[in-house]
């Protein structure tokens, strides 16, 4: 079934919705959740280690969907820990990185490990919070696994906002960087155990050139390394596999994985990663999200402009660096409308908080009033984790959309306190 057709299946689900828990309301379509899980999975099959990365959407109830699905779960503080494990995964298949752990998170990490239950590795971020973990791990008499977080200094091909991978960026060591932090955190013999390169390039990669440039300078400094180091066996590989708008055309996982054998075997056979893994977010959850809200105000502002009762306090990805997400209507005139349908007649698209930045675009729209439904696409990553309560405005529900077609509310709306 194409995205188009799946818009059209599921415009009476979302209308259901609004009616039964208002709007604005995030809906998550279990069906789009499965086929994006099954997607990965065929690109990167057993053994590769497949991670969820929480910060996508960090949902307890979306986590624990695809954690059953068999996927670990990435974090990179301890609340996003927390929501994994109340999703039902188990230390043992959770990661822990991020350029922010503070003391604290690297103190838990520890006690997990100093009681028997740690977690699958923590990535090092630089010599500094190297030392500092080691000088933990010391006090508490423990060991536990780390991987090294490569900055690989390359273009990736997507967004300033998203080139993480790019040299100038905060995330990461640099390669010469790299034998210092080993040296900080006590070298071969101290408490942490090195197991190998964490890599992560961007978001929203249009091209695998730059990822897979990323990809050869980690398995080479790998092998490098990894001969003074016992153990070092761990490739990870990262996210940031596109999900593309209505007519883009970008690479699927698949094509990424596709370069992978001849990297790895231009690495000599005894200095070659025993242990691959891989860790999305957006490319698993960001198409089953929709953004279900409601028309407040249709305008004539020398064109045609419709403010909605949802904006960047749900999504605020369109006035943060300027994202774009399609937008279909549920209803017209107050009768239903094919969410697949589409019109010449260009609307002036806008949230309902006080800040002239709200705005999420111009769409195709049918004539709209005051009370029609509109759908957001693609407001599955970044939606949820992203929304705050500004303007006083309480947090949506979250319902998901089950295979059956049955809904099911995974969490209540935020409170307005006394007023109800």
Known sequence: MTEKDRRTDIAPALRTAAGRFGTPLYVTDATALHDAVEELRAAFPDPWIRQYSVKANDVAAIVARLGSAGLGANVVSRGEWSVARRAGIANARITLEGVGKTDADLRAAVRAAAIGDPLRWVAIESAGEAATLAEIARRARTSLDVLLRLNPAVEPETQPGLAVGAGSSKFGLADDELAGAIEAGGGADGPLRW????????????????????????????????????????????????????????????????????????????????????????????????????????????????????????????????????????????????????????????????ESTDELGWHALPPLRRGDLVAVGHAGAYGASLASTYNGRPRPPQVILETDGRLTLARRRGSTGSLG
């Open 195 to 354: 197991r190998g390169i964490h890599l992560h390039v961007g978001s929203q990669l249009g091209a695998v050139d730059a990822w897979r440039d990323a990809v050869r300078r980690a398995l080479a400094l790998g092998a490098l390394l990894g001969g003074g180091l016992p153990g070092f066996d761990t490739l990870d590989i990262g996210g940031g596999f596109p999900v593309p708008g209505a007519g883009d055309v970008a690479p699927r996982p698949e094509r990424f994985a596709r370069e992978l054998p001849a990297l790895l075997e231009a690495v000599p056979a005894d200095r070659r990663p025993s242990r691959l893994a891989v860790e999305p977010g957006r490319f698993l959850v960001a198409r089953a999200g929709w953004l279900v809200a409601r028309v407040l105000h249709v305008r004539d502002r020398g064109g045609r402009m419709a403010v909605l009762d949802a904006g960047m306090t749900e999504l605020i990805r369109p006035a943060l660096y300027g994202a774009r997400h399609a937008i279909v209507a549920l209803t017209s005139l107050g009768r239903p409308a094919n969410a697949a349908a589409a019109t010449d007649d260009q609307v002036d698209v806008h949230g309902p908080i006080c």
